[in-house]
């Protein structure tokens, strides 16, 4: 089965660089306690010195001044318990915003690196870490001296963080996509695409059988597919399902529907998720504007 945790509680920072941060055997006694979502550069003072000049090609301005709030670089450290993992299961970190250009350890090893501070990242941590009890130790470098384009861009781990245990066969992180290709007030087409990544060191038949439930939690729609998946291998699955009289979305009644998806190999471990979505279409004309689910629709902003 799988397993989520939000890990956002007792992380502990330090504000500047540090030579062995990243250790398991790094003394931290002295860094200070924090709870995520968290941004050190708020905490700062308002000075000049620390605008930042970003150098740009000839046709662009050669400075340019942020909030004058600090950057710098800074770490932050956690340990993290794991149990209970399957058989060749695998374990994810996902941060979903960092500013920026981050790098994770754990346990002293480097797991990766994400430059941007504007989009969230999914590390597979799993051969670094320890699955009998024993304390994982996440480390992670903020380096918030470059700006990425906005005026205030803060510094640090400023959205959530997750961990995701899975058996060997599992839904990819992000692995889902659920579009509307046909859409009318009497009738919708429902396609899912599901990443199935199969780690064990065998091909698995693998089942996948997607539930689409209203948002009262009514089922309107079910697929199933089944499908060898190679060892190593990840497979797409596509399924089309059709719902009659769909609830459309719209800004004036914002109808979500929810797709359960479940992940069944033949020894019995099984992995699930789920996925909210709207149903709706859309067209730009040229001449008569803007319209959804058949209506105009006037855009305002910029």
């Known amino acids: 089965m799988r397993s989520l945790y939000k890990i956002d509680k007792c992380w502990k920072f330090l504000a500047g660089d540090c030579a062995d941060a990243q250790s398991k055997g790094c003394d931290d006694s002295g860094w200070r306690r924090v709870d995520l979502p ?6 700062g003072s308002f000075s000049r010195d620390h605008c930042i000049a970003a150098r740009y090609d000839a046709n662009h301005l050669e400075g340019r001044a942020d909030s004058c709030l600090p950057k710098g670089i800074g770490w932050y450290r956690k340990d ?26 754990v346990n002293g090893h480097e797991a990766g690196n994400h ?12 051969p670094w870490v320890h699955t009998d009890g024993r ?5 992670v470098r903020v380096d918030a001296r470059l ?8 510094a640090g781990i400023y959205r959530h963080v997750w961990l995701t245990c899975v058996p060997a066969l599992h839904v990819a992180p992000w692995g889902i996509a659920v579009t509307t290709p046909h859409a009318s007030y009497t009738s919708a087409t429902v396609a899912v695409r599901t990443n199935v990544v199969n780690r064990a060191d065998r091909p698995v038949r693998a089942r996948l059988r997607t539930t689409v439930e ?22 797409d699955f596509l399924q089309e399902l059709t719902v009659a009289d769909p609830r459309l979305w719209s800004p004036e009644t914002p109808s979500l529907y929810r797709a359960r998806s479940e992940l069944v190999s033949p020894d019995g471990d099984c992995d699930g998720c789920e996925t909210t979505f709207g149903i709706r279409w859309f067209e730009f004309t040229p001449d008569r504007g803007f319209f959804l689910n058949g209506r105009p629709l006037q855009l305002r902003g910029g």
């Open 214 to 235: 209203d948002d009262r939690g009514n089922p309107v729609g079910t697929a199933e597919s089944e499908m060898p998946v190679e060892a190593g291998q990840t497979l």
């Open 38 to 43: 968290h941004d050190w550069s708020i905490e």
């Open 115 to 126: 430059p941007s501070g504007y989009t969230g990242v999914v590390y597979d941590i799993t």
């Open 80 to 105: 993290v318990e794991i149990a209970g993992l399957t058989e060749d299961g695998r374990v994810y970190v996902e941060f979903e915003g960092v500013f920026r250009d981050s790098t994770l350890w």
């Open 147 to 154: 700006m990425e384009g906005w005026w205030y861009e803060g």
């Open 135 to 139: 304390p994982n130790v996440l480390a």
